[in-house]
């Protein structure tokens, strides 16, 4: 049977087949360090949507599991392929089909890379908002996928915000165009935002009509706070939110992230305990809102200082973007996101120091203290992540639900929350959920044992 | 059995189950002017969650249909009542349960109206940003219903970036807590965004996390701009709109909307064809964009006037939103509500002049013409849709679809667009859509006949 269905997808799609070793052992993980358990029959790098459809047909035939997979640059195993199963890769459909600045909108395939899309926007004058931290690496079909927003999304909003309509395929290899090309339109239920975080569940993305943005004009401005707990830093960025100014990013690193970057960059090393916000406004009235924030934050005790130029600024935006090879650097890495209210963040940090007292770890964070969604990371030997570090992750994700938060922000369930996901939806919610999966998919083909599962 | 059902509702909950003929009979219809054939059965005030849940569960033991209804200003349709159906009306639920100025959220009932929402808002220095014209007279659970976006989507969004969270009575009265109250939150599908414009048909709405917007600081500017056609002002708007600079409302009126605007306030009649632009700019650069625009739609043939201060500003709104009473003493009035691409607005209007001469027909319009959302209104005698006008419709709507754009934008699909949702969805959305509202509502009692309906 298996070999059947390799030769059915051969015969189908000839060399967009590939079953290499190292890659198919490749597709069995992505950049949480997690890996799928088995091998992978066979990949199929689609390069077009009839590819995707026929792929799904032989799998549908034959009641074959298909995981799709863009770059691999997720954090949760959404994407991580293992027995049995067939990986659709969508990474090389990566053009982009059309752009209109006069509507606003552009069409992609789903492989193309974050950087790669806003690079090609910014000669029209225009950009797409979503901006993980990832984005030279990471897909805009991940993004889609996952519902990652990274750095943006207080001022410019997250992904559901962004995207117009999608053009998916079903199990069955069907094809259908969801959403729309205009502003508003609410024919029908909206299956495009159903669609964006069902991380492969619901069918394959083969394309998607973004919402761009204008280039912001003017000239940003960046500037740092320092304080001398991670505490208080973030009742700083809680105040800033709380003052009515919009920054476009503002980032918090507790003392020992900032550490590991300075280490990792060979720059001096900050004082111990210090935590680190960073800041940018953007638009007409960046250094007015720059200035104004500096007030805020030195009232709430922090340190502050402007970046004087453009070098300097970029210096402080490397920091933040070293931290996963910061902590990569460290050992094996479990990327945590949880997202609270913004008001609870000091108190979702007194949360994390408690865990860190309880379980003898130390759990450096990053936070996107904008939009209140943190990464925690446990850092620990090997590639399995130790029973210990689950215990102190659940008792950081229930005390994200206490303060009124989530489980994920930005990186989705995947494999490695998916035993939280009834915590959070409830028993009814998650079956509702389950069963509108179920619409889509009804031989449960579509990356299975992802979300979902018990 | 009918009057089983009746005592039912009556033992759980008193006097707010009502069974006056002239409130059965008002629920009936909406603003659309269509009604439902037949009397209800009975209409229950829910005062609370609890209520809506017993009525819920009389319904679902009894299999009778019930039709969720607010103040009844919707335009499709979509919460007549008719025989053998209970009314749930939630308009009496209309508390602000909370504000969170340091969260940017309020949690709020479905009943409360949109404009008295935006007063008590005000206090706070925040706002919720969809704004439809019927705002004094309308309720945020009709807005959630529908996705009624109003004036400022292209600038402020559409209903669905404004909504964080609904708690929702399912059909057989279990009740579900939908959505975060984070700014980023992707644990499972996004069934929010499945509730918003689902029109009752997936369960009640009893309460929603609205996500907030700090008023806008500074002094909006109004302009308008006169042309000697519609056309001519459609490719203004479309010309503004690639200029780059974003406005906050940019609403057109063909002339005979123009003219029956003013004959309704005893203002002076405006030249024969001449059509118009209003267009609103705030925030910090106010006038500057304000300027801008004007510059724009001198190039682009209009005849531009800044409003001098507020009170003429106030009266240029006044003729904008005194459109729908100005169609209401011409005749009995069906408000279509296409969409398309905003590049595609000059050609749309094309289509509605190439109707209006093969029909004989007026269709005055009106447009967001900032987001490409079109009102054209056909005028008749007496209380039935002519057949002719049936048809009319038909043709502007298949116009839009032509042009990339949607058979509604924010009115919803109800009963009056039904029969046209196969042509925009497809048989293969149509059929998944229908089968996922299945999966809320197993035995079909939720608001049965509209959106889905053959």
Chains 1, 2 share one sequence.
Not at 84 to 108: F, Q, T, Y
Not at 226 to 237: E, L, M, Q
Not at 279 to 305: C, K, M, N, Y
Request: aromatic share 4%; charged share 20%.
């Amino acid at each position: 049977m298996t070999r059947d269905v390799v030769a059915l997808l051969r015969d189908a799609l000839g060399d967009r087949v590939v079953t290499d070793d190292a890659l198919l052992e490749a597709s069995r993980a992505d950049k949480s360090g997690h890996a799928a358990s088995g091998t992978p029959l066979a990949i199929v790098h689609a390069a077009s949507i009839s590819d995707a459809q026929d792929t799904l047909r032989i799998a549908h035939a034959t009641a074959t599991p298909v995981v799709t997979r863009g770059a691999g640059t997720g954090l949760a195993g959404g994407a991580n392929a293992g027995s049995g199963e067939i990986v659709l890769s969508v990474r090389g459909m990566d053009r982009i089909l059309e752009v209109r600045p006069d509507d606003l909108l552009a069409v992609v395939e789903p492989g193309i890379l974050n950087a790669d899309l806003n690079r090609a926007l910014a000669d029209h004058g225009l950009w797409w908002a979503p901006d993980p931290a990832s984005r030279e690496i990471s897909t805009v079909g991940g993004n889609i996928a996952t519902g990652a927003g990274g750095l943006l999304c207080a001022k410019y909003g997250v992904v559901r915000d962004a995207v117009l309509g999608v053009d998916l395929v079903l199990a069955d290899g069907r094809l259908l165009h969801l959403g729309h090309r205009s502003v508003k339109g609410v024919t029908g239920l909206d299956l495009t935002s159903l669609v964006i975080g069902s991380e492969g569940t619901l069918g394959v993305v083969v394309g998607a009509t973004l919402k761009l943005r204008r280039i912001v004009p003017g000239q940003a401005r960046t500037l740092t706070a320092s304080f001398p707990d991670v505490r208080a830093a973030a009742s700083g960025a809680a105040a800033v939110t709380a003052s009515g100014i919009q920054p476009a990013i503002m980032e918090l690193m507790d003392a020992t992230s900032l550490a590991a970057v300075h280490r990792l960059l060979a720059l001096a090393t900050p004082p111990a305990g210090v935590a680190q916000l960073t800041v940018q406004t953007d638009g007409p009235a960046a250094s007015a809102e720059a200035e104004a924030i500096a007030v805020v934050l030195r009232q709430a005790g922090g340190d502050v200082r402007l970046a004087a130029d453009d070098a300097e600024a970029e210096l402080l935006w490397r920091v933040r973007r070293s931290m996963h090879p910061a902590m990569e650097a460290l050992g094996t890495t479990l990327i945590e996101d949880v997202s609270v209210p913004r008001s609870a963040l000091p108190a979702m940090f007194d949360e994390i120091a408690r865990i860190e007292r309880e379980y003898g770890l130390a759990i450096p964070t990053v936070c996107h203290a904008g939009d209140g969604n943190l990464h925690p990371n446990f850092i620990f030997e090997g590639a399995e992540v130790p029973e210990v570090i689950w215990q102190a992750a659940d008792e950081l994700f229930r005390a994200a639900l206490r303060l009124g938060g989530t489980l994920t922000g930005e990186h989705g369930v995947g494999v490695l929350k998916r035993r939280w996901l009834k915590d959070e939806l409830g028993d009814d919610q998650w079956e509702l959920q389950r069963q509108i999966a179920r619409v889509f998919d009804p031989t449960g083909i579509m990356n299975p044992g992802k979300v979902f599962a018990p």
